[in-house]
C-alpha cells in the first residue's frame, strides 16, 4: 500500500518559471514531511521539510506547502535553474515511532535553459 | 568526515550467490538505516539501527537478509541465496534520533545486479 503518492512521474519547466510538485498522502498520522532530491549514480539529498503544525516552509527558492485537511503538500521552487533538474522524493514520517520514512515514487524534473 | 560511505558501488552476483554490503555512517549519527530503492519506486524502508541495537525490520527483509552494526559504528547488510528479485539499489542513511525536520543522510548506494 502506496502511503505516498506522487501522480506525476515527470515536469518540464523552463528555466526562470516556477516548478510545482506535488505529494499526496493517506495516512493521517504523519506529521513531518521531507522532500529530497536525487542526481543520477547519487543518494536522496535532504532538500526541505515541514512539520504538521506549519502550513509553508520557505528556504531560499524552495518552499513547500502543507495542506493537511486535503492531505496534499507541494514544493515550489522560484526561479527553476538547470542545476535543479534531478528527481524529487516526497517522503512523510510519523515522528517518536523510529523516524522511518515512507517515500513516493518520485517526478523527474527538467529545466529548460 | 564527509558523509555515509558504502561499499561496494556495484556488485553483480550470480544467482543463489551471497552479498555483504558495508556503510560506514556520518560519525556522530547513532542511527542507521537500510533502504531498498527499485527502478521507477521511491525507496522502501528495510530496517534501522540505533547504535548497536536493530530496533525495527521490514516485512520486507525476508529470513534471507541480515543486518548487523557490531559497535554501534559501521553495518553490514547480507542478503543470502540472491534471487532476481533482489536486484535493487540499497541506500544507506544516517541520522541523529528525534531530528526528523532534518531528514537523513543518504549515501550513495549500492546497486547490485543478479543475474
Known amino acids: 500500500d502506496q502511503q505516498v503518492k506522487q501522480n506525476s512521474p515527470s515536469l518540464s519547466v523552463q528555466e526562470g518559471r516556477i516548478s510545482i510538485l506535488n505529494c499526496d498522502y493517506t495516512?493521517?498520522?504523519?506529521?513531518?514531511f521531507l522532500w529530497y532530491k536525487k542526481y543520477p549514480a547519487e543518494g536522496p539529498t535532504f532538500l526541505i521539510s515541514?512539520?504538521?503544525?506549519?502550513d509553508k516552509n520557505e528556504d531560499g527558492r524552495f518552499t513547500v506547502f502543507l495542506n493537511k485537511s486535503a492531505k496534499h503538500l507541494s514544493l515550489h521552487i522560484v526561479p527553476s535553474q538547470p542545476g535543479d533538474s534531478a528527481v524529487y522524493f516526497c517522503?512523510?514520517?510519523?515522528?517518536?515511532?523510529?523516524?522511518?520514512?515512507?517515500f513516493g515514487t518520485g517526478t523527474s524534473l527538467t529545466v529548460i535553459p | 568526515d564527509t558523509g555515509v560511505s558504502q561499499d561496494p558501488r556495484h556488485k553483480i552476483t550470480k544467482r543463489g550467490q551471497n552479498v555483504t554490503f558495508r556503510c560506514d555512517p556520518i560519525?556522530?549519527?547513532?542511527?542507521l538505516y537500510w533502504y531498498r530503492q527499485t527502478l521507477g519506486q521511491g525507496p522502501e524502508f528495510l530496517t534501522y539501527f540505533q547504535n548497536e541495537a536493530q530496533l525495527e525490520k521490514s516485512r520486507l527483509l525476508s529470513d534471507r537478509f541480515s543486518a548487523e552494526r557490531p559497535k554501534g559504528s559501521f553495518s553490514t547488510l547480507e542478503i543470502q541465496r540472491t534471487e532476481q528479485g533482489d536486484s535493487a539499489m540499497y541506500l544507506c542513511a544516517s541520522s541523529f534520533p528525534l531530528q526528523e525536520q532534518y531528514g537523513y543522510t543518504f549515501g550513495s548506494g549500492t546497486r547490485l545486479t543478479v543475474v
Open positions: 515541514i512539520s504538521s503544525i506549519k
Open positions: 560519525s556522530e549519527h547513532n542511527r
Open positions: 517522503a512523510a514520517s510519523v515522528s517518536n515511532t523510529g523516524n522511518q520514512f515512507y
Open positions: 495516512n493521517s498520522m504523519f506529521d513531518y
